[in-house]
């Protein structure tokens, strides 16, 4: 079946470390995207790429960083600059532009400990 | 800036009661989307709407596009314990699409008392 993976569902950072989530799609989507979703909030914009190695800043890029070397992945890099960075991250895929639905992944629950 | 608002923020009804949420854009839009995401889970498509005064059903849920294409509606009739989950409308940024985001409302939550 065609869908998106996140991968870990769950991840433990230390202060001043970085960590890499992984997002992977099957279903030949052009266009990628990363959100943040705090508790009882909604989704905030980190980065988004519509062809392979390009990306642009979302509203909250800041401590996060992205690459796009391959169309099927689009892995989230969070940053010892990313001053609070527990939070729920969940990538997205679609054909291309707003005007097609997103696929969302199942997210990864990051905590700093 | 552009904003996509969502109101009630939370909503607590008894099975079997209708449910609306309302969802307001500041600029035009090419299309709406709502989205539902179950507790602990990630958001789920559910339905597009591109044209003025466009109305959707699926099944019990109703979907209302605006005359003007800046506000909709989600209209959920004899609400079921699966109801239950936080549904977000969402908008093309810059109202036309082709930038390839969307901007999300802030999201109602739906609690449902069996």
């Known amino acids: 079946d065609g869908g998106i993976t996140q991968s870990p569902k769950y991840l433990f950072r230390k202060e001043g470390q970085n960590v890499t989530l992984s997002c992977e799609q099957n279903l030949n989507h052009d266009a990628m995207y990363w959100y943040r979703q705090d508790p009882g909030q909604g989704l905030r914009l980190i980065y988004y790429s519509q062809i392979v190695n390009d990306f642009q800043k979302g509203d909250i890029a800041e401590g996060y960083s992205v690459s796009r070397e391959k169309k099927e992945s689009f892995p989230l890099t969070v940053t010892s600059a990313q001053k609070n960075p527990t939070a729920f991250y969940l990538c997205?895929?679609?054909?291309?532009?707003?005007?097609?639905?997103?696929?969302f992944g199942s997210g990864t629950r990051l905590t700093v400990v | 800036g552009q904003q996509v608002m969502q109101i009630p923020q939370y909503q607590h009804v008894q099975e079997g009661e209708d449910f609306t949420t309302y969802c307001n854009s500041s600029?035009?839009?090419?299309?709406i989307q709502w989205y539902k995401q179950r507790p602990g889970g990630h958001p789920v498509f559910l339905i597009q709407?591109?044209?003025?005064?466009e109305v959707k059903k699926q099944k019990r849920l109703t979907f209302q596009f605006g005359e003007a294409k800046k506000n909709s509606s989600l209209h959920i009739t004899a609400t079921q314990t699966t109801d239950v989950g936080t549904y977000f409308c969402a908008g093309p940024w810059g109202g036309s699409g082709n930038t390839g985001k969307l901007i999300f409302g802030q999201g109602t939550t739906l609690q449902v008392k069996p």
């Open positions: 600029t035009t839009l090419s299309n």
């Open positions: 709407l591109v044209k003025s005064g």
């Open positions: 997205a895929s679609s054909q291309g532009s707003a005007n097609y639905g997103y696929t």
